[in-house]
């Protein structure tokens, strides 16, 4: 019943922010995100996908390699370019990871390793802009540094509730890693996976830069969506905004990547004294270029697709089907007996 609802769930949540934002802020708004395109920030966009994306299946490359599976960084690339265009062509956002995990896991006989690695691999990122995003938060200023000075007592109470949270978490695995429980066979399995795979010292290195690059890229195509948009704010004051937006994609309620992104983007340019709907229209801008840059991904999944009809037609004509060989029946030579009876 969960899994049946809560996709529905993540659908609805999402088209209820988008309207909302169309009630609020009108049309205008999404439109003039598309008014605002043009072909040079549209190349700067997809280049900065190619980037981003290579990269990405880097750090895909690592974290797989890392579990023990087979994976070529061509082969990755391939794959994160249709799972991020199915990502933005489909609703929920996170089927073309999910395509990948187990198109890679059938490869390689492995599937629910090769999930576990696209796990992973996506929390290796998010860790990094989690990270990034804090610190510049509580440091530069933006909305959220002001609500916490407003607000003292709400932060403390939020930043306790999270220390013990983490507390918790960590002394449920400790206890679950001496079970003997199914569960705890999991824990032990995911623990070792995650030092294997994100904390080895050939890994973390390597998938730290890959992320820090990718996040970097991120911000660069917001920095151009902003600028495309008519917006004249510096850098410090864009980079704790759009650092809210990148931390609202992460958030499971979207169509497509749609939704939470707009929506806290028009509230952070509002909160910051910019306009809200210039947030918006950049949050639209940016929903665009992210949809350029995974174009690709459509070009391997039409290959792909007609690839096997290709091969099947290729051997087709190479040994064409042959009608079915006539039947010869064998004469059976005839026993002593009836020889005898006949004379013969």
Known sequence: MTRTIWPW???LGGAGILAVLLWRLGTGAFLDGLRVLDVPALAVAFAIGVVTTVFSAWRWCLVARGLGLRLTLRGAVADYYKALFLNAALPGGVLGDVDRAVKHGRDEGQVGRSVRAVVLERTAGQIVLIGVGV??????????????EKHGAVAAVVTASVAAAGVLVLIACRSLRQGGSRLASGVRTGITE??????SRRNWPGITLAST??????????????RAAGSSAPLLRLTPLMLLALLAMSLPINIGGWGPREAVTAWAFGAAGLSATQGLTIAVVYGVFAFVAALPGAFVVVVRAVRPLAVDH???VAAPVSPAPALYVTPQPQPQRELARTGA
Request: no cysteine.
């Open 135 to 148: 610190t510049v938060l509580v440091t530069v200023p933006s909305p959220v540094l002001t609500l916490m």
């Open 194 to 199: 995650i030092r294997t795979g994100l904390l």
């Open 213 to 226: 690059i990718v996040l970097a890229g991120h911000l660069a195509t917001f920095v151009v969506a902003a």
């Open 9 to 11: 769930l993540r659908l």
């Open 314 to 316: 290729s051997v087709r």
